[in-house]
């Protein structure tokens, strides 16, 4: 419980340094201010005398790009852990099953056709659904009989990885005719935060609530799973129906993550 109030109040000095801190700087007594009107009622906290121009910047631009790195980070990190006990490997990642390059070739593709120029809705919906059907295809790949063998379903994560690289770098090269639009694609494959607003916060949210209370529910099966499925049976665990759970909440967080914030590395 000590280690999670200190880590609480570092990350919460760390966002209030990173709303602060900038191309202009503000001191943080004004970012506390501007944050505590916003937040608390209307007549409790008064901003008279604090430039527009800082409130904006504190409220519009900052503060949604801080609460989108602490949701993208969190997603990552627990789609990670889900994967690192899934595979009893700490080098596992969120990427590991197609997740994340599914997600970006949705993206790639919401861009090529012109589609995420029509709604900033297009992107992150095509990214989820990348998600999801890269993942439903690495299990198909590797389920028979009801069973999904871990090797069985690293390997087609890691065939289709490939596959959708190849299919991604094919939307870029059609569409590097048209330069401002392959630059839009190469610049969000980069990965960034920038230019997110809180539009971008209330799409990643809910999945990543939902997608973060069900890995908290299953921690107790994961753990059992690290001591091995022929143990995990014999507890009374069900395995494959964990794996399910595991795999569809790795989807859940990793395409909010990406949807948002471009594909970003895990470590």
């Known amino acids: 419980m000590p280690y999670f109030i200190i880590v609480s109040i570092l990350l919460i000095a760390a966002g209030i340094l990173g709303i602060a801190i900038g191309s202009t700087d503000i001191p943080v007594e004004i970012v506390l201010r501007v944050l505590a009107s916003k937040i608390l009622p209307t007549d409790w906290v008064q901003t008279q005398g604090i430039p527009e121009s800082q409130q904006v910047i504190v409220w519009l631009i900052r503060t949604p790009r801080v609460i989108i790195a602490a949701l993208v980070g969190a997603a990552i990190a627990i789609a990670g852990a889900q994967m690192q006990g899934l595979f009893k490997n700490p080098l596992a990642s969120p990427g590991i099953v197609g997740t994340s390059s599914g997600s970006a070739l949705g993206a790639v593709i919401a861009l090529a056709t012109g589609l995420a120029s029509r709604s900033m809705f297009y992107l992150p919906l095509f990214a989820f659904l990348g998600a ?5 295809t690495v299990y198909a790949l590797a389920t028979r009989r009801g069973n999904t063998p871990v090797a069985t379903l690293l390997l087609a994560g890691v065939a289709l990885n490939a596959l959708i690289g190849a299919m991604t770098s094919y939307v870029i090269t059609v569409a590097w005719g048209e330069h401002e639009v392959a630059r839009e694609i190469v610049f969000w494959l980069m990965g960034g935060l920038d ?14 609530i939902v997608g973060s209370f069900i890995a908290l529910f299953y921690t107790r099966e994961l753990d059992i799973l690290l001591m091995g499925q022929e143990t995990a049976y014999s507890l009374g665990v069900e395995v494959e129906h964990v794996k399910r759970i595991i795999l569809t909440t790795t989807a859940l967080l990793t395409g909010a993550a990406v949807a948002v914030s471009g594909v970003i590395g895990f470590v």
């Open 132 to 136: 999801f059907l890269a993942l439903f």
């Open 195 to 208: 230019s997110r607003t809180w539009a971008h916060v209330w799409m990643a949210l809910p999945g990543i």
